[in-house]
């Protein structure tokens, strides 16, 4: 999906609050209360005599400020009461799954109870957590995926997506908190986030995001959530306990999720195998050459459980706590660097924290393709790798017979948003990353069928610069040509290290990279990658591009064709920024 907007830098607390954002789990709506379209807001009550601050070096602080508490300092609470969002009778359930995979020819029978071969034994197991959160109110907010909100020139921009003008400033908030539609009149009907009336786009400016406003009708509003290990889990004084170790384990006919804190070892989760399965899923069998390893070759069947907590937890609202455990002055010991294998089975990631991305984010013109729609993202190192880590809704590098699919890291190497090209600005790139991308280790699927991995730079050069090896990190674009097809003196290219050589490669063209390669789990839906930190090149000084010691932004995407599917869209996801991320 291809975008354009002007160029624009992120202010700190833009990444603060992006950052905060990244940690959240996966929310399909959001509705925070008492709000009656047409009716009007909800005045905040404070002290009047408190003292009047008002922030007005930037408009984001302006916004703020308008939502003062009682003490007149910004409060996101005051924020939801001036809309009327506050939530009334509100029940949590929060429930244990545990999903198995066995190769198809030891299960037996599987319709209902699970059936198995004598010697069976699981190729992989997983856990999650699902959260449910349903309560009454006249009005729910929900995101917006057809645009972001973004800060140009000190005010609050709207960027519009389209699937024929790409990215574009469609509006701007006021310094009252009101939309306002910048856009040219007969280009409105183009963007699919300027058909939402204009009084029902909210902007939140603690939380940074932009949300549709709309009435219930009477019916209880419902926000559902996964949240995959390490899963957060806190004392009995409501402390969050760090440093657990999770580990599942197949006990004779149960599966068991453990948690080891300090050496003492707790059961958290466990189910059955000769219950009730709830889901049943049959292997993505995709053709593997060099470069590329799955479990089984996706033979497999994958099947899911619901489980219990253990007596050793307590389930409130939404949050598990451990029973008569306080860790007052408890020293959390650094933890060791996880060793990672590149081979299909993701037990050395289950510790390692991540980012989440919410399923189903959807851009309405964009086929809402599930083997596209990231849900998680991880990275790790040693001195001599990068680890990557992602998992989908769907399965990875699934197409039609004739169909593409794409998966990249997005990597700004020097934390400079104008160096680089800007995923979300681009004349011909995609939406949703706001960082300055330097490089990018990837792979493609092509009917199917894996056809490779590759590295991307994009600074000052083209492919002599690449092939020799001598980059030079500075403001450059994805395409080779700009839109009126004249040929760039900068832009992407795309290489393979093979036999000591390095060359250019293009889509469509075999021949994985040697120093960059793949696993995709057994059932398909997470993938690991081992990029050496070697195959970024270095500068022209000889300095590598990437190196242990350096702090980079990191994101990953992933985009393909829906074939598959019987759609001729595309469908196309990326993950929230990991910012900071220290290769030590």
Known sequence: MKMAVENCTLTHFERLKMKQLNWKTNVTSISFGLLILGIGSVSAQFDKSAPEKIWQTKQIDVLQSNYRNTNGMPSRDTFLKNHGLFQAEVNYRVSAYFTISFKQNDIVDSNSRLKLIEDAHPVSIDFYLKNDKVYNSPNKLSPLWDGRVYEDNNKIVVGGYSSRHNERPVGRFNDSGKFEVTLDKNLIAEFPILQTPAEAIIFDPFEWRIYKIEPTNGES?????????????????????????FEIKKEENNLVLFGNIDGNVLKIAEAGLDSEIINKREGYQPQLQDGCVQPEGGKVVTLTFKGRFTDNLIAQNDMLFLKNYHHENRKVAKQK???????????????IAGISDPKGDYVSYLYPNPDTDILQFKVSNDDKYLYFYSRVAGVHGRTGGKGRYYWYTYIDVDANPNTGYPPTRDDNCYFGIAIGDDCEAQFEFIGNKFIKTFFGFTGMGTE???????LTLGPSYYSAKDLQGKMRDRYK?????????????????????EDLIIALSADGSEVEMRAELAGFLWDENGKPI???????????GAEGSSDFYGSDDWGADSSPVIYGYKIQ
């Open 493 to 513: 290219v795309e290489y393979v290290n093979r036999n000591g050589t390095r060359s250019t490669t293009h889509d469509y063209t075999e021949g994985t990279s």
């Open 546 to 556: 990437v190196s242990t010691g350096q702090i980079i932004n990191i994101a990953v």
């Open 464 to 470: 002599k610069q690449s092939i020799d090896g001598k």
């Open 337 to 351: 660097r996880t060793s990672i294998k590149i081979d299909g089975h993701f037990e050395d990631w289950r510790n």
């Open 221 to 245: 509003v419902r926000e559902e959530s996964q949240q995959y290990l390490p899963i957060s889990m806190y004392d009995s004084q409501g402390q969050l306990i760090g440093g657990i170790q």
